[in-house]
């Protein structure tokens, strides 16, 4: 058994003259005083990377730099899953008995202390080095593809994934550390610029700065009683060129998986927190979820079953579209916001049952994935 | 193993794919065994160049200086007539399911692989 016992996430967007470091230092301290623990009481250690400072033993760098001496630590990179896929490692070394406090903690100053080529240019490495990165290809693109052939295979629209972005966009507008609060509309979406067709500007999440620490432990520190009741992984390939047909994802393998680690329905979820890099990830992932029929979850975004006072809350804080993408950190922010309603501390964003709640991260071009399932112990 | 062919990726105007003589198994990123069987017994042979389009995206927004110059350029997925699935460049238009044919171009100093509707003519020699 383990708990999320604390966590702490900074404001994404500018944070002029922070480094990654900072960031990361910022998180874990109100993730520490979330859980109401003390650095000395951390006894491991798992972190994200950082583009922007890369280093080959980012853990320990940062377990000094805080101020620890723990007895298990590294970084873990697994692209956007890393949040979870570290949670998860958090769960099964709290389970083993190996730690009591495992401190999960990224962050990234990947948009002050880089140029946006840079950081694009850094992502599209997760291409072949040999047969995709030498045509010019960038992460935008690598999706662009996947979602040229969703939409001929399902019927998807464009204007059904702009749904995402403006749902995304409209949860956001809630929360004061979201990186873009200004309302959008469909056709805001449909006008904006062409990145990768069929993806366009308001498709795409930013680049941002930005923080997100939690702490997984044995047992529940304060009033919090939030318990990781199952989770799963499944990696299918790298690179897009090497991806399984639509229907042989990832996604699907995981959280078979973990449904049946966790011993729960889809049916018995009440909040979604799902990896939302580009609207077509959003919309695969939730179909692929078993949260919509295929083809069919922007008609649920438009019949209002995902916002936050519908069926199935979604991103409650407005996702990597909209609070941001700062990195590994963008993805725990979703971790951090479940955690928030399920603890009945989301203020206005506050869901009326968060009882139990479905996540879910995609690393890479939808290569590696993890489910997970929190529920509020009693 | 048989004689590395070079291909597009080493200068060379070629798509070049690997069958596994144990399995039978093809594949596109070359290495030195068969990544469905393990075993080392592998043919490399050419590409006809003709396949059919499975995914496309057409780039506009590039990240270097060099791919910049291009854009617009289509990046597509093209599931080859050998049965491999490959990344190239093609035209703006292609839709899933076009037939196409390859041919080679220079792209941010490079040759690469750029697919184009296969023409009446182009099927006709195809059946000869």
């Known amino acids: ?378 | 193993m048989s004689d590395k062919l070079a291909d597009w990726t080493k200068g060379e105007a070629a798509i070049v794919y690997q069958s596994c003589g144990s399995c039978g198994a093809k594949q596109y990123f070359r290495r030195g065994f068969c990544a469905a069987c393990g075993a080392v017994d592998l043919i490399e042979q050419r590409a006809s160049g003709e396949g059919t389009v499975y995914a496309t995206s057409l780039v506009c927004r590039a990240a270097t200086p060099e791919t910049r110059a291009h854009v617009p350029y289509n990046i597509v997925l093209v599931d080859t007539a050998e049965g491999f699935r490959m990344m190239a460049h093609g035209e703006n238009d292609l839709a899933i399911g076009d037939v196409v044919t390859a041919r080679f171009v220079q792209f941010a100093g490079r040759c690469v692989p750029y697919f184009a509707k296969a023409s009446r003519r182009d099927k006709k020699e195809c059946w000869r």
């Open chain 1, 1 to 378: 058994m383990s708990y999320i016992t604390g966590v702490g996430l900074t404001s994404f967007g500018k944070h002029e003259g922070s480094s990654s470091l900072d960031l990361m230092s910022q998180a874990a301290s109100l993730a520490l005083d979330d859980a109401g623990l003390k650095r000395g009481e951390i006894d491991g250690i798992l972190c994200g990377y950082s583009t922007v400072s890369p280093h080959i033993m980012l853990a320990t760098v940062f377990a000094e730099h805080f101020g620890i001496r723990p007895s298990y630590a590294h970084a873990v990179q697994v692209g956007g899953a890393t949040g979870l896929a570290m949670t998860m490692l958090a769960h099964t070394l709290v389970e083993a008995g190996v730690v009591r406090h495992v401190l999960v903690v990224a962050g990234e100053n990947r948009l002050t202390g880089q140029s946006r080529d840079a950081s694009i240019q850094a992502l599209a490495q997760v291409g072949h080095p040999d047969y995709e990165v030498p045509l010019g290809p960038t992460i935008p693109a690598y999706y662009g593809l996947v979602a040229s052939r969703y939409m001929h295979e399902y019927g998807v629209t464009q204007a059904d994934l702009a749904e995402f972005a403006v749902l995304m966009r409209r949860h956001a507008l809630s929360h004061p550390g979201a990186q873009f609060r200004e309302p959008i509309t469909v056709a805001d979406v449909m006008a904006s610029k062409p990145v990768a067709l069929p993806l366009k500007l308001l498709d795409c999440c930013p680049v941002s700065d930005g923080g997100a620490a939690f702490i997984v432990s044995r047992e529940p520190t304060t009033e919090a009683r939030v318990r990781i009741r199952g989770c799963a992984q499944a990696h299918t390939h790298q690179h897009v060129t090497a991806a399984p047909r639509l229907s042989e994802l990832g996604a699907e393998i995981a959280i078979a998986k973990a449904k049946s680690a966790a011993c729960v329905a889809i049916s018995d979820v009440r909040y979604a927190a799902v990896y939302d890099s580009f609207t077509i990830t959003l919309a695969m992932l939730l179909e692929d979820l078993g949260l919509a029929g295929r083809g069919e979850a922007a008609a649920r975004v438009r019949s209002g079953h995902f916002s936050a006072d519908g069926e199935m809350p979604l991103n409650t804080h407005g996702g990597l579209l909209s609070y941001g993408h700062c990195g590994v950190g963008g993805a725990m922010a979703h971790l951090v916001e479940a955690h928030l309603q399920m603890t009945g501390r989301a203020g206005k964003r506050q869901v009326r049952d968060a009882s139990l709640a479905l996540l879910h991260g995609d690393g890479g071009v939808l290569s590696s994935h993890v489910s997970m399932f929190l529920e509020q112990a009693r």
